[in-house]
């Protein structure tokens, strides 16, 4: 068996509650934890609460999320690693890889002449 947390095949750890069962415990004292009332229409709408985000990947004050902010730059990261490799399958990418290999040659061998010209090689 596995430690994965997203396979089905774990157990849970749950409590089994009836139907009308007892009150929630109260919370630890000092947690600054209150508790709340049970809604009693479950078709009555629950108000937004400020500052959580919904599914647009922005606040309701209009603030992109951290992690719609990180979504769209991994994704323009993986678009740009995908584009340099495809680029250098090509043919004209491989000759510029090869126009570039044989540049810095030449800018070497000239490196190593002038050393050698000025007595420093």
Same mark, same amino acid.
């Given at each position: 068996? $596995? ?6 095949? =774990? *157990?849970?750890? +749950?409590?089994?509650? %009836?139907?009308?069962?007892? +009150?929630?415990? #109260?919370?630890? %004292?000092?947690?600054?934890? +209150?508790?709340?009332? +049970? /809604?009693? @229409? *479950?078709?009555?709408?629950? *108000?937004? /609460? ?5 599914? $647009?990947?922005?606040? @309701?004050?209009?603030? *992109? ?14 678009? $740009?690693?995908?584009?340099? #490799?495809?680029?250098? #399958? &090509?043919? !004209?990418?491989? &000759?510029?890889?090869? =126009?570039? !290999?044989?540049?810095?040659?030449? !800018?070497?061998?000239?490196? @190593?002449?002038?050393?050698? $010209?000025?007595?420093?090689?």
């Amino acid at each position: 068996m $596995s430690n994965d947390p997203t396979r089905d095949d =774990q *157990p849970v750890d +749950a409590e089994i509650v %009836e139907d009308g069962a007892t +009150a929630p415990a #109260e919370p630890a %004292e000092g947690s600054g934890a +209150a508790i709340t009332p +049970a /809604v009693t @229409d *479950p078709g009555a709408p629950v *108000p937004p /609460v400020a500052g959580i985000e919904n599914a $647009s990947g922005y606040t @309701d004050r209009g603030v *992109p999320t951290l992690d719609y902010v990180r979504d769209k730059i991994e994704g323009r990261w993986a678009t $740009s690693l995908g584009t340099t #490799e495809l680029a250098g #399958e &090509t043919e !004209a990418g491989r &000759t510029i890889a090869e =126009q570039e !290999a044989e540049r810095a040659k030449k !800018a070497k061998e000239k490196l @190593d002449e002038i050393r050698r $010209s000025i007595g420093g090689g």
